[in-house]
């Protein structure tokens, strides 16, 4: 074999092995489609606003926690973790971050049934609150 062919089936080996796209860090979601989502429901989803308020300057009243502001909390949970990628893991795997006095009972199934667009138009709308 050449080297040629050498080089070639190396470069196409590691083009192949090339890391996947990072985990979105600048949303490129539709809020106003997100707000939808999370008021509504997406397909079979129950809506966040089942579980989740939006009330601003209260503890507000819900089986999880009140929204408001959590663009800015998303942000300083968990360490060396973005406001973005913090709320893609609240919505995809609820159980491995779970607020101080709540439980772990948050739907667990949004990382089947939804898009990736879904996905990114919810977080692009938490961004906003
Ligand atoms: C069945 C009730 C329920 C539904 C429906 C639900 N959640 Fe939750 N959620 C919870 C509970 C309970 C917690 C607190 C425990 C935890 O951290 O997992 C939580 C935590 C969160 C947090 C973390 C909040 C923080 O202060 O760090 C975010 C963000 C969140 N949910 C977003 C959503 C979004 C977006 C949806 C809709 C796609 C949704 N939730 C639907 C119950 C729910």
Do not use: K, W
């Not at 507000?60 to 360490?79: C, H, K, M, S, T």
């Not at 898009?115 to 938490?126: G, H, K, N």
Request: charged fraction near 15%.
């Amino acid at each position: 074999m050449s080297n040629f062919v050498i080089v070639l089936i190396l470069v196409l080996l590691l083009a192949g092995c090339a890391p996947a796209p990072p985990m979105s860090a600048t949303p490129t979601g539709n809020a106003e489609r997100g707000a939808q989502i999370f008021t509504q429901g997406q397909d079979d989803t129950p809506p966040c606003l089942t579980c989740h308020q939006v009330v601003n300057g209260q503890v507000g009243f819900g089986v999880g926690p009140n929204l408001d502001g959590i663009a800015e909390r998303a942000g300083v949970r968990v360490a060396g973790m973005t406001a973005a990628e913090y709320l893609r893991q609240s919505i995809l795997e609820p159980q491995l971050y779970v607020v101080s006095g709540y439980r772990n009972i948050m739907y667990p199934d949004y990382r089947t049934l939804l898009t990736e667009q879904d996905i990114q138009d919810l977080i692009a709308y938490l961004l906003t609150l």
